[in-house]
T-cell receptor, first 114, second 112 residues
């Protein structure tokens, strides 16, 4: 059953703590993305990766970090530098770069600050 | 210039009616315009998409109308059903760029 999995579904962060959100895909897609969704603001791109071992900043990368060591995995770390981390985080993937391929989204992780 | 402006923010339509959601953009380099549907607590899913070389695309009850000169596109849902109640996002992609720019979303509620 192909798709994108995100874990955990809910995540709680304490002050000064770094947390990592998992994103795995078995679609054999080259490109992966992280979005942040806030009420009334749509989806904003945090980071994206078009190929293993390479990634680029999106529109709101400050306070976040990513890695792309494997094709199927693109974890997102929310660092303590992100002062307003409460949001719904969505991971997506697409076949490749340069075209107009559909982005497929995971079910999301809701991050809450304690 | 990268913005996609979406309206209305929320929409209530009676069952069987037509739901219309509008989007406008400025960047003439946008060349692919998808619409995504999102149910509460879930990730968005592609609903329908259009390229600017056509003015309309229809898939079942869902139609995209595209006006290149006005830089506007809209989603029409015919015979709206309660199961269509969701948040809808328009988006636009720059040619050769994998980045999507999303509108702010429209929460659609279909009432009996």
């Amino acid at each position: 059953d192909g798709g994108i999995t995100q874990s955990p579904k809910y995540l709680f962060r304490k002050e000064g703590q770094n947390v990592t959100l998992s994103c795995e895909q078995n679609l054999n897609h080259d490109a992966m993305y992280w979005y942040r969704q806030d009420p009334g603001q749509g989806l904003r791109l945090i980071y994206y990766s078009q190929i293993v071992n390479d990634f680029q900043k999106g529109d709101i990368a400050e306070g976040y970090s990513v890695s792309r060591e494997k094709k199927e995995s693109f974890p997102l770390t929310v660092t303590s530098a992100q002062k307003n981390p409460t949001a719904f985080y969505l991971c997506a993937s697409s076949i490749g770069a340069g075209g107009q391929e559909t982005q497929y989204f995971g079910p999301g992780t809701r991050l809450l600050v304690l | 210039q990268q913005q996609v402006k979406q309206s209305p923010q929320s929409l209530i339509v009676q069952k069987g009616g037509i739901s219309i959601i509008n989007c406008a953009y400025e960047n003439t380099a946008f060349d692919y315009f998808p619409w995504y549907q999102q149910f509460p607590g879930k990730g968005p899913a592609l609903l329908i998409a259009i390229r600017p070389d056509v003015s309309e695309k229809k898939e079942g009850r869902f139609t995209i109308s595209f006006n290149k000169s006005a830089k506007q596109f809209s989603l029409h849902i015919m015979d709206s059903q309660p199961g269509d109640s969701a948040t809808y996002f328009c988006a636009a992609r720059n040619f050769g760029n994998e980045k999507l720019t999303f509108g702010t979303g429209t929460r659609l509620t279909i009432i009996p």
